[in-house]
């Protein structure tokens, strides 16, 4: 696992965070919190997830799952 905060990388999965912060109002400890509740395991399976239940579009959503299931964490 490895530690993360921003500022994040400007290219990769963490290079959407800026825009999955500010317009859906949640830091992407919060997000990764809500992956981890979700109780759901496969990768496709967490996206619908995030899709249907809270609302993100699909490439937040794949950033967000592709990053933590790298074993990242971003600090909170």
């Not at 990769?12 to 400890?29: D, H, L, M, Q, V």
């Not at 993100?56 to 933590?68: E, I, K, Q, R």
Request: avoid cysteine.
């Amino acid at each position: 696992m490895t530690d993360r905060s921003a500022p994040w990388p400007k290219e990769g999965p963490a290079s959407y965070f800026p825009s999955i912060e500010k317009k859906y109002g949640r830091s992407i400890a919060e997000w990764q919190q809500i992956i981890a509740d979700s109780g759901r395991d496969k990768h496709m399976e967490i996206i619908g997830y995030l899709k249907s239940e809270h609302g993100l579009g699909h490439g937040h959503a794949n950033a967000l799952v592709l990053w933590t299931r790298q074993g990242n964490i971003a600090a909170p």
